[in-house]
Nanobody
Framework: VQLQASGGGLVQAGGSLRLSCAAS????????VGWFRQSPGNQRKFVAG????????TYADSAEGRFTISRDNAKNTVYLQMNSLKPEDTAVYYC?????????????????WGQGTLVTVSS
């Protein structure tokens, strides 16, 4: 499974960005796709996850109500719509794929990772 994240950039606080994660390869072998983020000096943290069927979605508290995860199976792409962005959302965002939904929030259980895309939110 190969993952390609894109859509990062510089945005002012209160603005929006949409990240994309294009998947290829044996994508039907995975159960879920998650978004994680990592800022300098911090560990990689879970942001949002969606089952490949789209039936399940879950968010970190920091993302709830502001971010929306969705998928387009026809395009094998998962999106993360980020609204009301804050300077503390500044990080490199990674998409990743995991074989079991129960591990969707656990980064160590993910086998496949994209290269990351930088999101910078200015105050």
């Amino acid at each position: 499974v190969q993952l390609q994240a894109s859509g990062g950039g510089l945005v002012q606080a209160g603005g929006s960005l949409r990240l994309s994660c294009a998947a290829s390869g044996s994508i039907n072998s995975v159960d879920a796709v998650g978004w994680f983020r990592q800022s300098p000096g911090n560990q990689r943290k879970f942001v949002a996850g969606i089952s490949w069927s789209g039936a399940l979605a879950t968010y970190a508290d920091s993302a709830e109500g502001r971010f929306t995860i969705s998928r387009d199976n026809a395009k094998n792409t998962v999106y993360l719509q980020m609204n009301s962005l804050k300077p503390e959302d500044t990080a490199v965002y990674y998409c990743a794929a995991v074989h079991e939904w129960r591990w969707v929030k656990v980064s160590s259980k993910y086998k496949y990772w994209g290269q990351g895309t930088l999101v910078t939110v200015s105050s």
